[in-house]
């Protein structure tokens, strides 16, 4: 979360861009609010943000009633997101090229950066395809390196990372003196919250209740 200082700098940036800054609200409110969380008239609701980015992970949960926001609790992982899968991915397939061609393409940073372009890529097609192709032309000393991973490889690569978004869902809940019961509204934000099996894990632990991710995860 951001001290006053970086608020302070974020309304100036905001009053020099011309607009008119009324106050700063922090981003698990400003996610609630666009699902028109606050509008949901009676009792007081409980709401989980689970916030998947490209590099850091937060989950709050928010208390809202007749419009009032409160933050209950914060947990989360400030080294874990989107590059930690890429990751997984680019290393699976430098083993691959090992396999295939006998020669290491890790120490050699443009081949890496390629195949990292090409694995962000894939990942994002493995969010609405079973399978991603990954096709580099003269990858390492003018061998193509021409392959495919399926979704459920991709889920094997990083099971781990995945079960281990849990634990922050976890924590918050007993931070709150709350219990899966409790909790009324699950909002999903960051890019990362697209891959499928973050979303069935998460909505089983929540024992099948619907998850809000009709808004692009990018822009909640």
Known sequence: YFNDAQRQATKDAGT???LNVLRIINEPTAAAIAY???KKVGTERNVL???LG???FDVSILTIEDGIFEVKSTAGDTHLGGEDFDNRMVNHFIQEFKR???KDIA???RAVRRLRT???????TLSSSTQANIEIDSLFEGIDFYTTITRARFEELNADLFRGTLEPVEKSMRDAKMDKSQVHEIVLVGGSTRIPKIQKLLQD???GKELNKSINPDEA
């Open 16 to 18: 020099i861009s011309g």
């Open 54 to 56: 490209g590099g850091t």
């Open 118 to 124: 090409a694995c962000e890529r894939a990942k994002r």
């Open 205 to 207: 632990f929540f024992n």
């Open 49 to 51: 943000i689970f916030d």
């Open 36 to 38: 028109g969380l606050d």
């Open 100 to 102: 295939k061609h006998k």
């Open 107 to 109: 120490d050699n940073k």
